[in-house]
């Protein structure tokens, strides 16, 4: 079924010397490749190596200082999205631009240029879900569909423009295994109609399994040129990241094994209007000196399970949270804090760190219950000053000093910041999301040793994340929340793949969505 | 060609600097505007913002009318900081004033010492009560305090008019609608014999450093600019949005309230119906002109004092029409708030024709 | 004879909402692309002013409104210039564009107080309306139906037409609008502009229709109702329709017993009622969506792009 691609045929896409600065920072330099007709092609490169700038530039939101873009051959200007349309360019972006109050028909609708009458556009949208064989329902509104249902309208509406490049923009970061698959089957059979897709990502696997050529960046350049299915996944990790890959140390767990300090027990919480997820009877135990994993789509009650714990929103029972025994599900943040329980939420930006405050007044927002640094309500400047800049120095956070903005740290240092705030603090117990989203390599190992140590001290730690690497390399045991359901625990060591995608999977996703299509 | 750089950090010195730009460009645009439509300009220009400052005898009324500007934007700027935005401090400077009267017509009769301060904490109580009710709307019901503290301050208006045409008006007072004068123990003592520098002047520059102090050295202060700043993460600090809404919106209309009383007890000694001047709505441009911190908004109660002062001069002096001065106070606005896109881009030449849009 | 009042109770109902509905329309597409504009009861009297300006200096009431709805127009666009250019603060600039049109009015209105103009008349000939039923439908002036043909016209641009979707898109999202490739300032500037010339015809409804003089402050706040008018309405033009004539009843109400000269309830108390109405309306429907659905747009207020 699949055809080789052409190999004489002129290249779909070629980029020659391609340049792009924003200030103070370099992110494409003399970029350099090309696109086969009906190639899978791989652009390979961590966060921030320049991935995302590159895209936008081919798809027409940014504009290349330098460098030129040839389509077929000949040398086009890309100036808007809509040129880029125009040749035959489709995207489908990491973070998906879709309307959450309007229909599925009506964002399609949004993404096409010319004016269809809502009937005929729903025939041709009906023609290309079934020829795709792809569930989704044009009639229900997008805030109501799963990750992978919205992803699917991002295909869609690409396809009704017969695109002859479609990008695909980290497309599984959200998805469980079972719908990668899918997903992947559906790239295929794009691709052998003899569309090239240009493949972004850094899941080497992945990228293993459906590339046929890959470009790797680094720091803006490129690094590499290779063909995956031949090259080792180890060799393009260490062109990816520049180094040697580095492992954890693990130290062995302290003593008195199976202490029992975080227990949450029938945490039941209604979502907050108007998308939230609804918790339902959560409960779990972390026990002293280990980690314990939270797998899970995103979108499936992680961030309101963060804010049930951290105190941002009260249980009905105060029992349903308990720290060494004591009852805190009615306490507040800050009493929660003060006893020893830290949150990390997944958002830097306004959440765990206010942007236009300075880096001791950062420490000020969440640092002031355990320590005494405004008792009496009197701001000590001394004492916060003294340890902002401890937590500078202890977690090699590249800044000028307590005065610095934290919105003018790099995502990765401003991530070491805010985890060196609280596990400087000592905490009894620390839950962390996503803890090295948008991290560079060096700044995510420093961050995950800091919790394996702070594991090893004799707290227990809860790391929510939808990376399953990550988790499957830190956690020690293992449970999976879907839908506002969390599964019991799993020792990791002998936990299968498989097992933790399905229940991922769970009730959501391919079924419902079958349902909702043919009802 | 220029173009618009973002700059990597905002920058403190515009934070500062662009208030002057905005004043300079409203005297530049003013004298250009009031030329074209047929005013000796450069003279308007020179009598609104020159005048009132080089003339000594002048500056007590500047001191009179920048403390009640100081005072109601000092309330302001915590609203404003915290994302509450009370535009209806007119009504609580109005219902300051009412209850504090109230409190003067009941010990009209009475003398003492303790007359006047019960007088002010009416005013302070008044105009709080008057902000409870968008508070309470905000924060129990979601009810947006902008749309509801500027009706209750036409509200407040009406009601003003009803107590000086109706139980309030002077007997002995040839039918005007205006309530008795205060008696002497009732009124604002001068700050020196025969002046018109009242009590309320050094009152609004020590509430200017108790705000100053609150603000910056505080953990309610660090509560209300962390919630304005980054609801989602004051709620992670600890911090309780709704608290800070009620703290916000009573602390603006109790000090609304008092300067509405000082008003009340010092310039009018009366309430008449020519005693809402707009003050409430003048401070929002203080607030914004003293960049919401306190010490600047005694520098931006002082322009628009300056500004009424010198307005009136520029009617005498080369005929220009009272509203004169409110155009110059909302061009004021208006520029201030352009040259604020200065803190945070800078204009450069532009090296190469790519386009970089602000 | 009941009938005669009853319809001339109604005429004036009419009237009364009609300036707020033009505004409160305006507002409505201006808040569907996702801007908050503050500043209607300043576009309304720089509307007010300048429409009686050009009609008393014209003598054609048909050029007055037609400059009114320009004044609103350009006032709208100091708005968008402040806000969607240079990225200012949407609140703010609102009530500085309301301080502004105080100040303008009131200084180009001065030369003009007490003096009157011819008022614009009903549409259609008097004998269309000789029976006190017929006048219900042919007796309001051009404004009145102005305004209705608006709100369905509005209606049907935003529920029906591919650029009432996009920009609906603008409001809902402005990140995703602007990723698909719409130039969301631009639409945005738009939707501002249309506002503030539907506000400059309500402000012009004050001064050309309703009281034909210009006195200061003309439009008493009906800026700041109308505003609170497009809550009311969930941001969907038919409701604003019954919104603004529900309103109109009030204010007649309020008329009607100033005139009937009832003496058991003061003047100024029944000059509360629209403000003090407002607030009861506005807790009510906060009440209603707490347990309904959402309907504001997403975007409402967001500056784009994101400071």
Known sequence: MTQPPDETAPLRLALAHVSKSFPGVKANQDISFGVRPGEIHALLGENGAGKSTLVKIIYGVQRADEGEIRWDGERVEIPSPKAARRLG???????????????????????????????????????????????????????????????????????????????????????????????????????????????ISHKLHEIKALCSAATILRGGRVVAACDPRTESTTRMAEL???????????????????????????????????????????????????????????????AELLLALSGERRAASNDAVKLDGQALGHADAGKRRAAGLACVPEERNGHAAVPDFSLAENVVLTARHRLPLAPSGLIRQGAVDAYAREVIQRFDVRTTGPDALAGALSGGNLQKFIMGREIGQNPEVLIVEQPTWGVDAGAAAAIRQALVDLAARGSAIVVISQDLDELLELADRLCVINEGRLSPARPVAGLKLEEIGLLMGGVHGEATAADHAHA | MLEWRRRSEPSRAMLYLSPLIAIALTMLTGMLVFTAIGYDGFHAVQAIFVTPLVEPQR???????????VMIALGLAIGFRANVWNIGAEGQYVMGAIAGTGVALLTHDMTGWWILPAMALAGILGGAAWAAIPAFLKVRLQVSEILTSLMLSYVAVQFLYYLVRGPWKDPGGFNF??????????????????????????????????????????????????????????????????????????????????????????????????????YGFTAIIVAFLGR??????????????????????????????????????????????????????????????????? | MTSVILVSIFMTLAAAATPILLAGLGELVTEKAGVLNLGVEGMMLCGAVTGFAVAYSSGSVTLGVVAAAFAGFLAAMIFALLTLGLGSNQVATGLALTIFGIGISSLFGAGYVGRTIQRLGPLFPADYAAHPWLRLVFGHDALVYLSLLLVAAVSLFLRRSRMGLILRAVGENADSAHAIGYRVLAIRAAATGFGGAL?????????????????????????????????????????????????????????????????????????????????????????????????????????????
């Open chain 2, 59 to 69: 500056w007590a009324d500047l001191g009179v009318k920048a403390a009640p500007l």
């Open chain 1, 89 to 199: 360019i489709g995207m489908v972006f990491q973070h998906f631009s879709l309307f959450d109050g309007m229909t599925v028909l009506e964002n399609i609708a949004l993404g096409l240029d010319e004016k269809v009458p809502a009937e005929e556009l729903k025939q041709r949208i009906r023609t290309i879900l079934d020829s795709y064989s792809l569930p989704l329902d044009p009639d229900r509104e997008v805030h109501t569909l799963s990750v992978g249902e919205r992803q699917r309208i991002e295909i869609v509406r690409c396809l009704l423009q017969k695109p002859k490049l479609l990008i695909m923009d980290e497309p599984t970061s959200v998805l469980t295994p079972q719908e990668v698959e899918r997903l992947f089957d559906t790239l295929r059979q794009i691709a052998a109609e003899g569309c090239s897709i240009l493949y």
């Open chain 3, 199 to 307: 506000a400059g015809l309500g402000g012009a409804y004050f001064s050309l229709a309703l009281t034909p003089m210009w006195a200061d402050r003309l439009t008493a706040g009906r800026g700041w109702i109308a505003l609170a008018l497009v809550v009311f309405a969930a941001w969907k033009p038919g409701r604003l329709l019954l919104g603004a004539y529900l309103f109109g009843a009030v204010a007649t109400f309020e008329l009607q017993a100033k005139a009937a000269g009832i003496s058991w309830i003061a003047p100024e108390v029944l000059a509360m009622t629209p403000y003090l109405a407002t607030i009861v309306v506005l807790t009510m429907m906060s009440l209603g969506t707490r347990t309904g659905g959402r309907n504001a747009p997403a975007c409402l207020g967001k500056p784009f792009p994101a400071p």
């Open chain 1, 240 to 302: 990816m990241i520049g180094a040697e890959l580095k492992t954890i140390e693990r130290p062995a767990a302290a003593g008195e094994a199976r202490r029992a300090r975080l227990v949450v027990n029938g945490l039941d919480m209604a979502g907050e209007p108007p998308f939230g997820t609804d918790l339902k009877t959560i409960g779990f135990t972390a026990y002293a000196g280990e980690i314990l994993g939270i797998a899970g789509v995103a979108g499936n009650g992680q």
């Open chain 2, 177 to 278: 609608p205006q309530t008795k004068m205060f008696s002497a123990d009732q009124v604002l003592p001068a700050m020196a014999e025969g002046s018109l520098v009242h009590l309320g002047i050094p009152v609004a520059l020590l509430l200017a450093l108790a705000a100053w102090f609150v603000m910056g050295k505080t953990v309610s202060g660090f509560a209300i600019r962390v919630v304005g700043r980054a609801p989602a993460a004051a709620r992670h600090g600890g911090f309780d949005a709704g608290r800070v809404t009620w703290v916000a919106l009573l602390a603006s209309g109790g000090l609304a309230g008092l300067a509405g009383l000082f008003e009340a007890a010092g310039p009018f000694g009366q309430l008449t119906p020519q005693f809402p001047v707009g």
């Open chain 2, 292 to 358: 919401l911190s306190p010490i600047g908004i005694v520098f931006g109660g002082l322009v628009l004092a300056v500004t009424y002062v010198g307005g009136e001069i520029a009617q005498s002096t080369v005929r220009l029409p009272q509203a004169a001065t409110g155009m110059f106070q909302a061009m004021l606005l208006f520029f201030l708030l352009a040259t604020d896109v200065l803190v945070r881009w800078r204009l450069a030449f532009r090296r190469n024709p790519a386009k970089v849009a602000p």
